[in-house]
């Protein structure tokens, strides 16, 4: 048969050549994944060979054995091909790694360590073993080695839970790992730190148990593993945001692809790969509009955060680190307790030492006392600190953009915590309003927006405004206090138009209203037609005409309220009444859309600039819905250091923008350029070449010479001034 033929002839090929391939590893391995059981016997000789060049390592390990290092390539390359003859090789090589790893030569270990990973690749040998013994060798003092470890490690693990979660295998190696955290040799400790890190990027391990195994890196008495696990906990959702961002800045659009095609020669081949661009495009905005699984923020994944905010303020009283590190430990802190409303009283006179205009960093100091300010901790604690920043800031003898900051800071406590501050102290920063810098102006006309909102009575009665209509029945609340409602909040503003809708998009039928529904299910389509929403409903003109629509609404029902306020003080009571009512049904019988919330948003901002007792406005003022972003849990740099006016440039920074300025720019020349060179001069470059005696009786001499002394006198200031600056430039 063609078998025997083939078996045959590679009989004699290998007859012939034999006798050099014990020589000729790479082409025995080749003829051995050709034809395993024809060169069985090449292969058990180099086994044997191997073995007995292990014994000659062993006596002395720390050298380099070139024979060794050969073989055992050879044996890696052709493991899958022998599985009886090397079942016991993968271990050998691992005890092997695991007694001498750190004394062998980093070429031979490099090369046992390589050859196990191509081993685990083709599935001979499981996962745990392998990832124990390379997180044990990151002890090694070898840069490229750990480097390798770490690729291979990350890379398998995520290979592992790609298509399904191996939570045994991932508990087993998280326990490792929370020991190698606390390992003595810290290059190790902070390489198994990189691993947690990037693998919780990776959205591998991103769980809660990673979080908290990271939380005690945080209190490691080595810093360049405690600032690995303060920096993955302050950064781990901008990373992913900038790098999301960044992805989407540097892919083109539909439109500039259209254009490119426009642009360029039309070919067959530019056709097809602008077809593929289209599809590549519509796939990920399709995939864009999919809904994203909820992912919590590293914070918030905490078993104690309680316990982890007192446990790493008292390793910041006791640390002697440099003050860089100290303010991230303190940056952690502040969103500990921002985010949790933790109780931390020790945490703001500690930072309150710091809060002077000559300390470094004084803005992201403020920014963090901010940050840990809510509405749970007592007024009585955060007072002392609101008071170290008006005094040492708010105050005359500072300048302008000192003052700012310190009303910026003060304005970001007091939203955050209002009952901090009382109402002389108030109605003191309101003063600033009239202050000459304008930076300070718009700070202080800041925390008068602030208060108008929550508590108007603390201003002074020229400062709360024109009442609005949110600000009907809104009370400050007091400390503990909390509104508990009946409803989803902002129901109260949808009409009855709203509550009946349209038949389509009806989800859900009460009992009451229907008599077929007898307790069973409805099939409700899912078909793209009727969860569309039209592009044109966001276009400005669509805003406009709900809005306009939302006002008539609200002038139809409030009529007798307009035409006599003395009897919407009877009939204010029942209007509340009915709301609320409608309110309740709305919440209770009704699954609210996206374009019911849209609806309350928009209407809570109308709501927000109308007056109380508003005649009918001759134009509706337009609100970007999409715009307002609700105060978020970090308080931003931006905040505090708004600056609304430019400073003055320096005098390195004019030249630098005046330099910039020629660079394409055709060399000066003065005066008017003349159409021709044959053209006739004017009279204003005739009377530069023109005699004196002709010149005297002109009305520009006659006027010079009838100047008084102090005329004269400031014509010869001016002109030093002008030599001496000139000179200057000249230096």
Known sequence: ??????????????GRHRNLLPDNLPQLQNLIKRDPTLYEEEFLQQYRHYQAQLEIFQLKPSENHKPLTEVVVFLCQVTQCYPQHLANFPDELIELLRRHGRVLDPELRMTLCRGLIMIRNRGLLPPIRLLELFFELFRCQDKLLRKTLF?????????????????????????????????????????????LTELYKKNVWRDAKTVNVLSTACLSSVTKVMVGAVKFFLGADEEEDESSDSEDEDKPTAKELVFRDKVNKKTVKRKKKLERAMTVLKKQKKKKKQPVASSFSALHLLHDPQDFAEKLFKHLEKSKERFEVKLMILNLISRLIGVHKLFLFNFYPFIQRFLQPHQREVTKLLAYTAQACHDLVPPEVVEPALMAVVNNFVTERNSSDVMAVGLNAAREMCARCPLIIKEDLLRDLAQYKSHRSKNVIMAARSLIQLYRDIHPDLLHKKDRGRPTQAAVGRKPLQYGEVEVKSFVTGTELLTVEDVKGDEKNEVYVHEDESEESDGEWHDVSDSDDEITIDDKDTDEEG???????????????KTEETRSPTSSETKEEPVENTQLTCAEMISQTRLLT??????????????????????????????????????????????????????????????????????????????????????????????????????????????????????????????????????????
Do not use: C
């Open 543 to 557: 805003m406009e005409d709900e809005l306009e629509g939302d006002n008539e609404e609200y002038e139809e029902g």
């Open 594 to 731: 996206q374009d019911d919330f849209k609806t309350i948003r928009k209407r809570q901002l109308q709501r927000e600039i109308e007056p109380r007792l508003a005649k009918k406005r001759k134009k509706t003022t337009m609100i970007d819905v999409d715009d307002e972003t609700a105060r978020g849990e970090l308080v931003s740099l931006a905040s505090i250091e708004t600056v609304h006016k430019t400073a003055k440039l320096d005098k390195q920074a004019r030249l630098a923008s005046i330099v910039a300025g020629r660079e394409d720019r055709p060399k000066y020349k003065g005066g008017r350029k003349r159409r021709s060179d044959f053209a006739s001069t004017s009279h204003k470059e005739k009377q530069k070449t023109k005699n004196f005696l002709m010149m005297r009786t002109t009305r520009k001499v006659k006027q010079k010479s009838r100047r008084s002394f102090r005329d004269k006198q400031m014509a010869l200031k001016n002109s030093l001034l002008k030599t001496k600056r000139s000179n200057k430039r000249k230096q």
């Open 1 to 14: 048969s063609l078998d025997q033929i083939l078996r045959l002839r590679g009989a004699s090929m290998s």
């Open 151 to 195: 690729l291979h490690i990350v890379t398998d693990i995520k290979n592992i839970n790609t298509r399904h979660r191996d939570n045994k295998l991932n508990t087993q190696l998280q326990n490792f790992m929370y020991t190698m955290l606390r390992d003595s040799y810290h290059v190790a400790a902070k390489m198994s730190l990189d691993v």
